[in-house]
C-alpha cells in the first residue's frame, strides 16, 4: 500500500529518519551482528586475544547436557506458564462475559497485574514461599509438607511458574474477553434456543470462534515466557537449585556475565535469534490466516 | 441452576456463582499484593516470627518513611526518580523517533525507503534480552554504564512504534495531506498543525505501554547501573536482599515493591481505555 | 480571475499512458465540466492542473504563466475535494483559516475573510463546531469556504456532490451555479454525472479513456455529439444505436445511426422499424417506452404524457425524422 500524495524531498526525510537509524544501528544491528561474530570465537584464558574456533562454539553447546537440560527447562516452563495463565485468564473471561452488568469493574481489577513489574511479581511469590518466613509455606508445614524451592528443583519450578502466570493474566484475560464480546450475541442465542446448555455452546460455538484469539496469544505466551521472564526467575530461584530453573535466556546472561564465557555466551544468543526466528514466522503465517479467516 | 431454562441471561444463583467465580479469581490475583502490603505496614519481629498477621499493622509511615528516605544501599525516593526518568526517557524518546520515521517512510519517497523499512521490520523481533552481552558492550565502550543515556537508548532501539504510527498514518485519508498543500503547507508544518494532532490518542495509547515497558524493566538496568544512586526501583528491590544469611528487611523491601508498582498500575487504572487499545493495536 | 490554459497534456503511470494529449484554452470566468466513467482520467487531469499530480509532458498555463513546475499553493487555485478532507481536528473557523494563516495574512484580516464566506455560506452559527459535527451538506458548505476565502484564481472541484443524498445534491449543484456566477471565478469542475455537467457546465470536456472525445457547450453536445461515446453518454436515457441502413441515405462509411429517445416516434402505420413493447415508464410529465428490436439492443422512446401510450407486448411502428440522425462509422466517429 502506498500513499497517494507524497512530498518532495531528499535531505528532510533522511534527517527525519537519521535518529531511528543511528540509535537502530548502534544498539541493534551492531550488537547483533556482533553477537554472531563472536559466537566463532573463543577468548584465551587472559582474555587477551580471540582464537577463531568456527562452529565449535555451537558444538560445544549441543554436546553440553547442562545446555540440552536448559532447552528441556525451557519447555516445560513455557508450556506451562502459558497453559496456566491462559487456562486462569479464559476462566475468568468467560465468567466476566456472563455479566451483562458490572464486568467493567472486574476488569479494573484485574488488569492490576499487568502494571506489575514481572521482578517485582517475583519479589511478592518470593515472599510468600521463602522457607524462613512465607506464610503459605509456614501453611503448607503446618500441613505437613515441607516446601523448599531453594533445594527441591520441582518446587523452584513450579513457583516460577506461578509467578511468572500470575503476571501474564491481565493480558490474556483483556484480549479473551475482547475475543468473547465479539462474538456476535445473536449467535449464542440462536444456540439457546436450539436447546444448547451452557457448556455445549462453549464447546461447539464459543471455543471454535475463540480459536483465533487462542492461537495469537499461544504464540505471544511463549515469547513472553522466553524472554521477558527473567526477572521472576533472577529474583526468585537465579536459575537454581542446581540449574533446575536455567531456562536459555538466562543461561545468556549467567554464561555471559556472571562467567563471562563470551563465545558461548554469544553462541547462545545467536540460537536464541534463531527461536525467535521461527516464532515471528509461525506468528506472521497465523496472522496473514487471520485475515481470511 | 438456571441454566436448565435454556436462556442466554444469568438470573438467580447462577447470576451469583458467576460474581462468586470472579471473586475467587480476584483474591488469587490480589492476595500477593495484599499480603506484600501488611507486610509493609508491620514490624520486622512480626514478619520473621510465622505466621506473619494477615491484616495491615501500625507502622505504614514509618516503613515508607524508611523506605523512601534512606531505602537499603539507597533511598528508594531516588530510585523512583531513577525509574520515572528512564520510563518517561523511553516512552517520549520512542514515540519522538517513531513519529519522524514513520512520516517519512509514508510520506516521502527517498532512495533507500525500502532498505530502511526492511531494517526496522527486522528489529520487531528481537527482545533485548537476546543481544544483552554485546549490547552491553556497546554500551560500556560509549561510556554510559551508570548513565541516564545508558538507561533508555538501548530500549528505544525497537520499530514497534514506527510500525504503529505507520499503519495509522496509511489510513490517514490522502485527501487531508492534498488539502494542506492546496492551503499552502509544508510536510513539516502538515505533520505538525495536522498529523500529529490526529495522533493524539494513538501517541496516548502507546505512552501508556511504552512507560510500563520502561518503568518495569528489570535486566538492562541490572548491566548497566553498578551504582546504587543510578538503581531503578525494579532492579533495587532485588539489591536490597542481604546475600550470606542475613535475614532481609522485609517491611521495608515490601514497602519497596508497593511502592515500585504503584505508579504504572496509577497509569493502567487511569488511562484504561487508552492502555486497551494501545495493547490491542500494538499486537496487531 | 485567470485564464487556463492546457496544452497537449500527457500523464503516464510508469508505462501506461492515461492521459493522451489534452488541448483546452478556458476564458477567465468560465465553468468547465470534466465529465466522463470512472477511469476516463478526470481527475488525474484536475489533479494535474492543481499542481497534486506531476505533469509527464504538455503544459498547464494559469493566467498565460507555465505553472507545472509550482507547488499547488504557488498556483493561485483552491480545491475542494470529493471527501471535503476537512481537518477532523480543527473547528469550522479554522478550516477555512488555515491556508490564510500559513499565508502570514494579519489576524483581522483572517477573521473578517472568514466571516464574510461565513456569512455567503450560510455557515456562521456553525463557526466553533468540529467537522463530525456537522451534516453532510454543511461539510460540503466548509468545503467551499475553504476554497472560497483564498480569493482564487481558479477553483477545482473534484466530484464535490457524490457524497450527498440526491436532494442535497440537486440543491447544492444549484449553489455552486448560482456562487460561481457571483464570484465570477474560472472553475474546473469534475464528475461522473452527466446531468451535474449539463446543468453547470459553460462549457464541458467530456472524456473517454483519457481522451477528449468532445469539448463544448453543453447543448451543443447534447445535440452534436462527435463520438458514439459522447452520443451514449450524454442524456438520459442514452441515446438509441441503431443499424445505419435503417436510414435511406447513410454516408458512405456510417456503421451506426443515433436517434435521441425524444426523436423517436411510434405511429400507427407501417414505417422504417417495428419492434415489441417490452414495458413502459410513466413518470409523470413525460413516459418512456422500451421496444425490442428485431435485432440489437432494445430502442427507448420518450413521449409526452398525453400521447397514447401502447400496451405492454404490443407490436409497434417507429419512425423518425431524417434531420435528427447522427452517424457514426464503425470506429465511433461522427460521419
Known sequence: ?293 | MSESSGMVEKRGLGHWMTHLGLIIGLLFIFFPIWLAFVASTVTQPEIVKPPMPLLPGDQFFSNYRKALVSGVNAPVAMMMMNSMIMAMGIAVGKIIISLLSAFAIVYFKFPGRRLFFWLIFLTLMLPVEVRIVPTYQVAANFGLLNSYSGLIFPLIASATATFLFRQFFMTVPDELAEAARVDGAGPMRFFWDILLPMSRTNIAALFVILFIYGWNQYLWPLLITTDPSMNTIVMGIKQMFPSGDDTADWPVIMATSILAMIPPVIVVISMQKLFIRGLVDSEK | ?335
Open chain 3, 1 to 335: 480571475m485567470a485564464t487556463v490554459n492546457l496544452k497537449n497534456i500527457k500523464k503516464s503511470f510508469g508505462k501506461t499512458q492515461v492521459i493522451h494529449g489534452i488541448d483546452v484554452d478556458i476564458k477567465d470566468g468560465e465553468f468547465i465540466v470534466i465529465v466522463g466513467p470512472s477511469g476516463c482520467g478526470k481527475s488525474t487531469l484536475l489533479r494535474m492542473v492543481a499542481g497534486l499530480e506531476t505533469i509527464t509532458s504538455g503544459d498547464v498555463e494559469i493566467d498565460g504563466v507555465r505553472v507545472n513546475d509550482r507547488e499547488p499553493m504557488e498556483r493561485d487555485i483552491a480545491m475542494v475535494f470529493q471527501n471535503y478532507a476537512l481537518y477532523p481536528h480543527m473547528s469550522v473557523f479554522d478550516n477555512m483559516a488555515y491556508g490564510l494563516k500559513i499565508a502570514g495574512k494579519p489576524k483581522a484580516e483572517i477573521a473578517q475573510r472568514v466571516n464574510e464566506a461565513a456569512k455567503l455560506l450560510q455557515l456562521e452559527p456553525y463557526l466553533a463546531r468540529r467537522p463530525r459535527e456537522l451534516s453532510g451538506g454543511q461539510r460540503q458548505r466548509v468545503a467551499m469556504g475553504r476554497a472560497i476565502v483564498r480569493k482564487p484564481a481558479v477553483f477545482l472541484f473534484d466530484e464535490p456532490l457524490s457524497n450527498l443524498d440526491a436532494k442535497l445534491r440537486v440543491q447544492m449543484r444549484l449553489e455552486i451555479k448560482q456562487l460561481q456566477r457571483r464570484l465570477g471565478v474560472t472553475s474546473l469542475y469534475v464528475t461522473h454525472d452527466q446531468v451535474e455537467a449539463m446543468t453547470l457546465a459553460d462549457r464541458m470536456i467530456v472524456m473517454n479513456a483519457g481522451r477528449a472525445d468532445q469539448i463544448g457547450a453543453p447543448l451543443e453536445v447534447y445535440a452534436n455529439p462527435q463520438t458514439e461515446f459522447v452520443a451514449g453518454f450524454i442524456g438520459s436515457p442514452p441515446m438509441n444505436f441503431l443499424a445505419a441502413d435503417l436510414s435511406e441515405n447513410p454516408p458512405v462509411k456510417a456503421a451506426t445511426l443515433g436517434i435521441r429517445p425524444e426523436n423517436l416516434r411510434v405511429v400507427t402505420s407501417p414505417a422504417r422499424l417495428t419492434g415489441k413493447v417490452v414495458y413502459t415508464e410513466a413518470l409523470g410529465a413525460e413516459t418512456l417506452v422500451h421496444i425490442e428490436l428485431p435485432k440489437g439492443p432494445p430502442a427507448t422512446v420518450r413521449q409526452d404524457a398525453t400521447a397514447p401510450m401502447p400496451a405492454e407486448g404490443d407490436p409497434v411502428h417507429l419512425d423518425w425524422a431524417v434531420e435528427d440522425q447522427v452517424f457514426f462509422d464503425d470506429q465511433g466517429q461522427r460521419c
Open chain 1, 1 to 293: 500500500m502506498e500513499k497517494r500524495v507524497t512530498f518532495k524531498g531528499l535531505w528532510l526525510p533522511l534527517l527525519l529518519v537519521f535518529p531511528q537509524l543511528v540509535v537502530t544501528a548502534v544498539f541493534f544491528f551492531y550488537p547483533a551482528g556482533q553477537a554472531v561474530w563472536q559466537s566463532l570465537f573463543i577468548p584465551d584464558p587472559f582474555g587477551l586475544s580471540m582464537k577463531f574456533v568456527g562452529l565449535g562454539n555451537f558444538e560445544y553447546l549441543f554436546s553440553n547436557s547442562y545446555y540440552r537440560a536448559s532447552f528441556v527447562t525451557t519447555a516445560v516452563f513455557s508450556i506451562l506458564v502459558t497453559v496456566v495463565s491462559m487456562g486462569v485468564a479464559l476462566y475468568l473471561a468467560v465468567l466476566a462475559d456472563r455479566l451483562i452488568k458490572g464486568s467493567g469493574v472486574y476488569r479494573t481489577l484485574l488488569i492490576w497485574p499487568y502494571a506489575v513489574a514481572p521482578a517485582v511479581a517475583g519479589v511478592l511469590w518470593l515472599f510468600m514461599f521463602n522457607t524462613r518466613v512465607g506464610v503459605v509455606s509456614w501453611y503448607l508445614g503446618q500441613l505437613g509438607y515441607d516446601w523448599n524451592h531453594v533445594l527441591n528443583g520441582d518446587e523452584a519450578m513450579g513457583l516460577i511458574v506461578v509467578a511468572s502466570a500470575w503476571g501474564r493474566i491481565s493480558y490474556n484475560f483483556l484480549f479473551f474477553l475482547a475475543g468473547l464480546q465479539a462474538i456476535p450475541r445473536s449467535v449464542i442465542e440462536a444456540a439457546a434456543i436450539d436447546g444448547a446448555r451452557f457448556w455445549t455452546r462453549f464447546r461447539t460455538i464459543v471455543w471454535p470462534l475463540l480459536s483465533p484469539t487462542t492461537f495469537f496469544l499461544l504464540v505471544v505466551n511463549i515469547v513472553y515466557a522466553f524472554f521477558e521472564t527473567f526477572g521472576v526467575i533472577h529474583t526468585i530461584t537465579s536459575g537454581g537449585p542446581q540449574q533446575a530453573t536455567t531456562i536459555l535466556v538466562y543461561k545468556v546472561f549467567s554464561d555471559g556475565f556472571v562467567s563471562q564465557d563470551l563465545g558461548s555466551s554469544a553462541a547462545q544468543s545467536v540460537i536464541l535469534l534463531a527461536i525467535v526466528g521461527v516464532l515471528t514466522i509461525v506468528q506472521f503465517k497465523f496472522i496473514e490466516r487471520r485475515v481470511h479467516y
